[in-house]
C-alpha cells in the first residue's frame, strides 16, 4: 500500500513537473529495491513490508537532519534548504508522529511490558518501540527518553 501510495506521488509530481517530489520518490524507490534486493537473499521474494518501508523512510529523513546540520555549520544554506524540502516530501509518507507526551507514555508502556529495570535493558525496549511504533516516533527522540527511565 505505501509502495502503492509513493509510486502515484512519482507520477504525480512528473506530471506537475514537480521536480523536487520527483527527484525524491525516485530516491525512495530506488532505496526500496535496494533494500528488496537485499531481502531476496533471505528468502523474501515479495520485497519489504511497509513497516520496514516506513523505517527506511525515517532512516532518509535522519540522513537529511545530519545533512541539514553540515550544511549550516558551513554555510551552505541554499543545499540545507534542498535537503529540507526532501524532508518534507518523504514525511507525506509517514503516519502522524507521536507528540513527545505520547512518546514518553509509549515509552514507559513498553518498559512495564517488558520489566526492564536498568540501562542494560535499553535494546530490548527499543526493538520493542521499533516493532510497535514504526514510522510514528522519532527513535532518537526516545533514545534520550528511554535512558533517563531506565538511568
Given at each position: 500500500m505505501l509502495r502503492a501510495r509513493i509510486n502515484d506521488t512519482l507520477?504525480?509530481?512528473?506530471?506537475?513537473?514537480?521536480?523536487?517530489?520527483?527527484?525524491?520518490?525516485?530516491?525512495?524507490l530506488a532505496a526500496l529495491k535496494d533494500r528488496d534486493i537485499?531481502?531476496?537473499?533471505?528468502?523474501n521474494q515479495e520485497g519489504i513490508g511497509d513497516d520496514a518501508i516506513l523505517g527506511l523512510l525515517q532512516s532518509m529523513i535522519k540522513q537529511r537532519r545530519e545533512a541539514i546540520q553540515l550544511y549550516r555549520d558551513g554555510n551552505r544554506a541554499e543545499l540545507a534548504e534542498k535537503e529540507q524540502a526532501e524532508i518534507d516530501i518523504i514525511e507525506r509518507?509517514?503516519?502522524?508522529?507521536?507528540?513527545?507526551?505520547?512518546?514518553?507514555?509509549?515509552?514507559?508502556?513498553?518498559?512495564?511490558?517488558?520489566?526492564?529495570?536498568?540501562?542494560?535493558?535499553m535494546g530490548r525496549v527499543m526493538g520493542a518501540l521499533k516493532e510497535k511504533y514504526a514510522g510514528?516516533?522519532?527513535f532518537g527522540k526516545a533514545s534520550g527518553i528511554v535512558k533517563d527511565k531506565l538511568g
Amino acid at each position: 500500500m505505501l509502495r502503492a501510495r509513493i509510486n502515484d506521488t512519482l507520477k504525480e509530481s512528473m506530471k506537475s513537473k514537480d521536480g523536487v517530489a520527483t527527484s525524491t520518490c525516485r530516491l525512495i524507490l530506488a532505496a526500496l529495491k535496494d533494500r528488496d534486493i537485499a531481502d531476496r537473499s533471505k528468502g523474501n521474494q515479495e520485497g519489504i513490508g511497509d513497516d520496514a518501508i516506513l523505517g527506511l523512510l525515517q532512516s532518509m529523513i535522519k540522513q537529511r537532519r545530519e545533512a541539514i546540520q553540515l550544511y549550516r555549520d558551513g554555510n551552505r544554506a541554499e543545499l540545507a534548504e534542498k535537503e529540507q524540502a526532501e524532508i518534507d516530501i518523504i514525511e507525506r509518507f509517514l503516519p502522524e508522529q507521536l507528540s513527545d507526551e505520547a512518546m514518553a507514555e509509549a515509552v514507559q508502556g513498553v518498559i512495564d511490558e517488558t520489566g526492564a529495570g536498568s540501562i542494560k535493558e535499553m535494546g530490548r525496549v527499543m526493538g520493542a518501540l521499533k516493532e510497535k511504533y514504526a514510522g510514528r516516533m522519532d527513535f532518537g527522540k526516545a533514545s534520550g527518553i528511554v535512558k533517563d527511565k531506565l538511568g
